[in-house]
């Protein structure tokens, strides 16, 4: 689908626009993981057309953007940026750009984005639809530094036990391990041919380090009153190490302890069994979007939706 583009002067977070909008109330911002960019969200792995498509399409109005120093944004320095970095664009993008109430969709390390998002401009958050997002830093739990001779460190990610190496000094490119143990893992809907294809990802250091806890910088949420009546859905698969039904409950339970209505669609409920933590891409990523639909039916106040 031809989109309208554009750059957010501030940050240089590049943005596409698809559909009408005539189908929806909201807009729906789509935010992409760690190493990714908007891609995620324009086709999936097997080449399919994205979920942005199809949903506008259906006449949804779509914001598909790249994280400053990511893909098409204007070039920053890998080496410098910070969590801070990607979302002070996107403060800068929903509010002088957008201007009305989205639902945001942030993938992986999107969702402290998107967080911050509702923390900082909650009447421009209609709601939150997280797939396989991360949670706020407020329940984070360190890593274990297994060594550091304070350029590269080798560090075991609480959440999954996955070893990382990360060099300070150079962008970040996904290890083998990443996508064995954590991404793909056990997904029964990831063609193990699409595998040479995930290497190129890469990302800055010191965002990566920032998100496992090896340093801070995850945002962590200070005004919770933003999240007061906030309808927040988090889709999970079963084959995810990083986004299991325990940490999704327990990201949800925080939620709600803010006063957001806040709950767990996990996709074994809805009868699909399998997946990964690449929802928006894998082999049965249309049944997937059909779940997530439904939630924005329900945070449009339409629909029961999901819980």
Request: hydrophobic residues 40%.
């Amino acid at each position: 689908m031809r989109a309208s583009v554009g750059i957010e002067p501030e940050s240089g977070l590049y943005y596409e626009i698809l559909g009408d909008g005539t189908g929806y109330p909201h807009p729906l911002l789509f935010i992409h993981g760690g190493g990714g960019t908007g891609r995620t969200w324009r086709s999936s792995l097997g080449g399919g057309a994205g979920w942005a498509d199809l949903l506008a399409a259906d006449g949804y109005e779509c914001w598909v953007t790249d994280w400053p120093g990511q893909g098409r944004s204007h070039c920053r320095d890998l080496l410098t940026l910070r969590y801070t970095d990607a979302i002070d664009g996107y403060i800068s993008l929903l509010r002088d750009v957008i201007r009305r109430p989205v639902v945001i969709l942030p993938h992986s390390m999107g969702g402290a984005i998107a967080w911050r998002l509702v923390e900082e401009l909650p009447d421009l958050v209609a709601g939150v639809v997280g797939i396989a997002c991360v949670y706020p830093a407020n329940v984070q739990d360190p890593p274990e530094i297994l060594s550091d001779d304070g350029t590269v460190v080798h560090l075991r990610f609480a959440d999954t036990g996955v070893d990382f190496h990360v060099d300070r000094s150079r962008p970040y490119t996904y290890e083998s391990q990443y996508f064995t143990k954590q991404s793909v893992a056990g997904s029964k809907h990831f063609d193990p041919a699409w595998l040479p294809r995930m290497g190129g990802s890469v990302m800055g250091p010191m965002q990566l380090l920032q998100r496992v806890g090896a340093i801070p910088g995850m945002p962590t949420i200070e005004r919770t009153a933003s999240f007061a009546a906030k309808r927040v859905r988090l889709v999970a698969g079963d084959e995810d190490p990083a986004h299991t039904l325990r940490i999704e409950t327990r990201t949800a339970g925080l939620l709600r302890s803010w006063g957001a209505d806040a709950e767990v669609v996990w996709l074994p409920d809805e009868g699909i069994v399998g997946n990964g933590h690449y929802l928006p891409g894998e082999l049965n990523y249309l049944d997937v979007l059909s779940v997530v639909e439904k939630q924005f039916a329900y945070i449009a106040g339409s629909s029961p939706g999901i819980s």
